[in-house]
């Protein structure tokens, strides 16, 4: 369905304040900004700020919702005879390969993570927002292998599995903030990539392999 005049207006709205948000919060810290400045940057109340971002933690960290799903999409999607694992582990090496923005390797990600580091409200919502990612690749290992409730082992391999792309952006979070080039950081965190491969036991990278359709 196309998008409307009213909901492009909205969605314009939306990403203006946002952006204009986190220009202030990357010149002078997430503690410091208050709403109303945001408010009066954007030339809206500060109501209207609200209506759009419950939260001011929500102006930062508006585009995460998209992240949180990331892996349980990979697992969804994987290919015929492909294991959950091996899904995640394919795409997110396509997107190291590719210096992909969305890992953090881009221009200014370091300045993006020392607005986190600096922030305990915004860390804590990193924190919520990481069990959220658990959350929807359970979830998602629970339905596509008909596992019971009282089963553990979608648990216990989503766990490993979501911790694939969480030790991934770690290491690149790291290293951008050490002020790396993020093809050079890309080049190196494949052999990361390797590593966090060859911890997980043959258990985790068989489950749930996808069979012929």
């Known amino acids: ?49 609200y209506n759009y971002f419950p939260a001011k933690e929500d102006l930062f960290l508006d585009r995460m919702k998209h992240v949180t799903q990331r892996v349980a999409r990979y697992v969804r999607a994987r290919d015929r005879g492909e294991s959950a694992a091996e899904a995640v582990l394919r795409e997110v090496r396509a997107a190291v390969v590719a210096v992909s923005p969305e890992f953090g390797l881009m221009d200014g990600f ?39 409730e009282d089963d553990p082992l979608p648990l216990l391999v989503g766990g490993q599995i ?26 190196d965190a494949l052999g990361v990539l390797d590593e966090i491969e060859g911890l997980l036991s043959d258990q985790v990278l068989n489950y749930a392999r996808r069979g012929a359709e």
């Open 110 to 148: 370091a300045d993006f993570m020392r607005v986190i580091e600096d922030a305990p409200t915004l860390k804590a919502r990193l924190w919520y927002l990481q069990q959220e990612v658990l959350q929807t690749v359970v979830a998602t290992l629970r339905e596509d292998t008909g596992a019971s």
């Open 1 to 49: 369905m196309a998008e409307g005049l009213r909901e492009r207006k909205k969605r314009q709205a939306k990403q203006r304040i946002s952006d204009m948000a986190t220009g202030l919060f990357l010149e002078h810290g997430f503690v410091t900004v208050t709403v109303a400045e945001i408010a009066e940057l954007a030339d809206v109340s500060v109501n209207t700020v």
């Open 162 to 187: 979501a911790w694939i792309e969480h030790a991934l952006v770690g290491y690149v979070s790291q290293e951008m903030m050490k002020g790396r080039k993020a093809v050079d950081v890309s080049h």
